[in-house]
């Protein structure tokens, strides 16, 4: 049986230091509007960050590892919250949903690189960062808060999406850079080095 692949020394710098921007992210706290029971944090940008910045494999580990911190009992999420008791509450959609939005990101762009354009970067944060995270964390907003789809799919589309858009497009102004500077940043592949040394 061949032993199983192990992450590059980098990547693992990397994943803790995404998990870290995430959790960096949370510091400034959290608020609601008009007496939401889920909060607007900024942390949702660290999310497109680890997809739209790492891709789809490093991104995925980077959130999973900040959720595993927080639900071992850490307070990393804005306003101090942590433990299991975040899977009662009415955000816990968002936070499940979080690993797979940041996966998507990851995966649409990883599509478009080495060549990262804003539109279609746009496009993989707005899909991934918020669509997929919608997916999930309405439905189990409107189960926690007693309300229906509906209902919580307005409140959402009211409250949180105007800053998730503004998140999206910041999100990728920065992979824009990022990738500019470090085009094989966001992508598993690497070329062999015999292509490296003969510059091919």
Request: a positive charge; aromatic letters at 8%; hydrophobic letters at 55%.
């Amino acid at each position: 049986m061949p032993p199983a692949r192990r992450l590059p020394t980098r990547d693992l710098a990397l994943i803790a230091l995404f998990a870290a921007l995430i959790a960096v992210l949370g510091l400034p706290g959290s608020f609601s509007l008009f007496g939401n029971a889920v909060p607007i944090t900024a942390q949702s940008l660290g999310i497109m960050l680890c997809g739209a910045i790492l891709g789809a494999k490093r991104g995925l580990l980077a959130v999973l590892t900040f959720c595993a911190l927080v639900l071992a009992g850490l307070p990393l999420l804005a306003g101090g919250r942590g433990g299991l008791a975040v899977l009662a509450s009415a955000s816990a959609g968002y936070f499940v949903g979080f690993p797979l939005g940041a996966w998507v990101t990851g995966w649409l762009t990883e599509k478009m690189l080495p060549r990262y354009t804003v539109p279609v970067g746009l496009i993989a944060n707005i899909v991934g960062g918020i669509a997929v995270v919608y997916a999930i964390g309405i439905p189990v907003q409107a189960w926690r808060t007693d309300t229906s789809g509906v209902v919580a799919t307005l409140v959402a589309s009211a409250v949180f999406l105007p800053g998730d858009l503004i998140k999206a497009v910041v999100a990728t102004v920065i992979a824009k850079g990022v990738h500019a500077g470090y085009p094989t940043l966001g992508s598993d592949r690497t070329e062999p080095p015999s292509r490296i040394r003969s510059g091919r």
